[in-house]
């Protein structure tokens, strides 16, 4: 069997025009996910000290509503039924590839599992480093989680989880002015599908899960 793992950008588009998750940013295993993330981050980037930031694909704002409030947010999305849903005021209707914004407009800019929806994610990268001035994060799922996998093999919109390992995290950001500060393989929560009663358990679990964690984490610094 032949697997297409070439996302098309209009079915991408129908599909999450469409779709909403029954769970909001503030669903209490989205707020978990969101910090659990958001921490690692602060322990490579000093966020209290971030100004600005733009999250590309920010859809329901899952990430983007749980960041330090002193910091300037703004998101984008080519879906404006998503941005319906996302909590946060500054909002910008825009392929990831092709954004309004100046050079370095940004102190941090970061995607968080959007890039396998995209049909050019090195296009998306170097524009997405383009408009930020200081830091770069990039989130993805990880193939060799179990669950990806099946999840990228029987979701359409989802099959382009099956390019996604660490290894292509590296490739993603090889051709542009930043240094990698960390890429680790993270995470076991499913933040739209996790059940509530197991956040007690999850909570006493490590963060970093080598090979099989659910997402691939890869933060980047400027290069001076």
Not at 61 to 83: C, E, R, Y
Not at 178 to 191: N, P, Q, S, W
Request: glycine letters at 4%; aromatic letters at 12%.
């Amino acid at each position: 069997m032949v697997i297409d793992v070439s996302p098309s950008i209009e079915k991408q588009h129908d599909h999450w025009e469409n779709f909403t998750n029954k769970r909001k940013y503030d669903h209490p295993v989205v707020t978990f996910f969101a910090k659990q993330r958001i921490d690692f981050i602060s322990t490579f980037i000093p966020l209290n000290k971030i100004k600005n930031a733009l999250d590309v694909g920010s859809g329901l704002g899952w990430s983007a509503a749980h960041f330090p409030k002193n910091i300037n947010m703004t998101v984008t999305d080519f879906s404006p039924n998503q941005l319906r849903h996302n909590p946060v005021q500054k909002q910008v209707i825009c392929n990831s590839d092709d954004m309004p914004f100046e050079d370095k407009s940004f102190s941090l800019v970061y995607g968080w599992e959007f890039l396998h929806h995209v049909p050019d994610p090195f296009k998306t990268v170097e524009e997405m480093s383009r408009v930020a001035s200081d830091y770069l994060v990039l989130l993805e799922p990880n193939r060799n989680n179990p669950a990806m996998f099946l999840y990228g093999v029987l979701k359409n919109h989802e099959r382009a989880t099956l390019k996604f390992h660490k290894k292509m995290m590296y490739q993603l950001v090889k051709n542009i002015k930043f240094d990698i500060l960390a890429c680790e393989t993270v995470g076991c929560t499913f933040a739209g599908s996790t059940p509530q009663f197991m956040l007690p358990l999850i909570k006493k679990l490590p963060y970093r899960i080598p090979i099989v964690g659910t997402s691939n984490i890869l933060i980047c610094k400027r290069r001076e």
